[in-house]
């Protein structure tokens, strides 16, 4: 079981956003069978069964066991993964384009470059995986306090100064058959227990919607 997965096919992901099969891929974390998740779930064990075949036919749920008990043959399946995220490409004909208006102040813009980011490293992980090969990846996550909106102002400009300054040092111009094009994201946004409590200024964050 992987710790997280992307869903990329929209029968999926309208399978995964059923209340009820939400709830059995969080208790399949652990391996489950319908006798056992439909006393956990308050749903009878033939509905259980009805909804666990759906999640499977989807990816969502694997076999990973058969017990057979007197004439009855108990499946006990797991979620392929530990948690699931929606990738834009499941909505294909109204996912984000990051390129129709870019402006680096903008929330919404950071929105639609997240939804790219999502959409890519699910395909790269799907990819990867019928390959069986691994990706190379880096990130980073931190968290910085800003004194004040000039100091987190003068960090993103300094900030953007020294990436384009390491773009432009590595980045191979030559056209070389080795040379291997990466995609690099970076963002500063509020910490969400800020933006819940309607901060505005300061660290908390001006910027445009």
């Not at 749920?61 to 004439?71: A, M, P, S, W």
């Amino acid at each position: 079981m992987y710790e997280v997965a992307a869903i990329e096919d929209a029968a999926a992901a309208e399978a995964s956003l059923d209340p009820m099969r939400s709830k059995l891929l969080a208790e399949l974390v652990e391996p489950g069978s319908a006798t056992s998740l439909a006393a956990k779930v308050g749903l009878a064990r033939q509905k259980v069964n009805y909804h666990l075949r759906t999640l499977e036919r989807h990816g969502l749920v694997e076999l990973v066991e058969e017990r057979r008990k007197g004439n009855v043959t108990e499946r006990v399946m797991q979620a392929t993964a530990a948690s699931f995220v929606i990738s834009p490409t499941a909505l294909a004909s109204v996912q984000p384009d990051p390129a129709r208006s870019p402006d680096r102040l903008s929330a919404r813009w950071l929105l639609a470059l997240a939804a790219q980011l999502v959409r890519d490293a699910g395909a790269l992980i799907a990819g990867a995986a019928k390959a069986r090969q691994d990706v190379a990846t880096f990130a980073i996550d931190g968290e910085v306090r800003f004194a004040s909106a000039a100091d987190r102002s003068a960090f993103e400009e300094e900030l953007a100064r020294c990436v384009t300054s390491l773009m432009s040092k590595y980045h191979d111009t030559s056209g070389g058959e080795d040379g291997r094009d990466h995609r690099l994201v970076l963002a500063v946004h509020p910490t969400i227990h800020l933006a819940l409590r309607g901060q505005r200024g300061g660290p908390g964050g001006e910027g445009q919607d």
